[in-house]
């Protein structure tokens, strides 16, 4: 099974900032990585597939990168309407999430 | 519109069975795989059981395998997940979901998501 390592778990920052999320996977699993967004009592929302593309509609302030085993989720400039928890995702073998980075604002 | 509505959940006593299901619409539903995923009071997401736009080829965490069975009727564009054997870690927010990429299970991202049903299982 592919294990997914994602930190920090939770993290407060400013309105403006710049925000990161690491994704770790136990294995190379090359792009087959997705990240998502849950807001409390919603369903998970598609953010970023296969690693760095944009689904649609979602902001541009939004973006990915990484391939192998290495991936990071930015925030260019944290809204409000942000604070949310995040949550990578694998596809290479079935799937595994991350543990979530739960984002809250200082 | 693209949208999942289930419903089926409820309260099971230990043991116990309930038959989830998920209503599709707006999209060519046998054109795509589909997949659960739940969500324990609290706690993170948990991929359960996929299923492929043919219905041919299921798949199953090991913590549901041989309790759980996914399976869909195309012609009416539904989704359902009979859940043996119920147990008290299976009480969680059930969520349905469609696979991006296509009808094979894996070939993408889950872009569509329903409004979950909750499932609580206790005596």
């Known amino acids: 099974d592919i294990q997914m390592t994602q930190s920090p778990s939770s993290l407060s920052a400013s309105v403006g900032d710049r925000v990161t999320i690491t994704c770790q996977a136990s294995?190379?699993?090359?792009?087959?990585l997705n990240w998502y967004q849950q807001k409390p009592g919603k369903a998970p929302k598609l953010l970023i597939y296969d690693a760095s593309n944009l689904e649609t509609g979602v902001p541009s302030r939004f973006s990915g990168s990484g391939s192998g085993t290495d991936f990071t989720f930015t925030i260019s400039s944290l809204q409000p309407e942000d604070i949310a928890t995040y949550y990578c995702?694998?596809?290479?073998?079935?799937?595994?999430f991350g543990q979530g980075t739960r984002l809250e604002i200082k | 519109e693209v949208q999942l509505l289930e419903s089926g959940g409820g309260l099971v006593q230990p043991g116990g069975s309930l038959r989830l299901s998920c209503a599709a619409s707006g999209f060519t539903f046998s054109s795509y795989a589909m997949s659960w995923v739940r969500q324990a009071p609290g706690k993170g997401l948990e991929w359960v059981s996929a299923?492929?736009?043919?219905?041919?080829?299921?798949y199953y965490a090991d913590s549901v395998k041989g309790r759980f069975t996914i399976s869909r009727d195309n012609s009416k564009n539904t989704l359902y997940l009979q859940m043996n054997s119920l147990r008290a870690e299976d009480t969680a927010v059930y969520y349905c979901?469609?696979?991006?990429?296509?009808?094979?299970?894996?070939?993408?991202?889950?872009?569509?998501w329903g409004q979950g049903t909750m499932v609580t299982v206790s005596s």
């Open positions: 299923i492929s736009g043919s219905g041919g080829s299921t």
């Open positions: 995702q694998q596809y290479d073998n079935l799937f595994t």
């Open positions: 294995q190379d699993i090359s792009n087959y």
């Open positions: 979901a469609k696979d991006k990429g296509g009808s094979g299970v894996g070939a993408g991202a889950f872009d569509i």
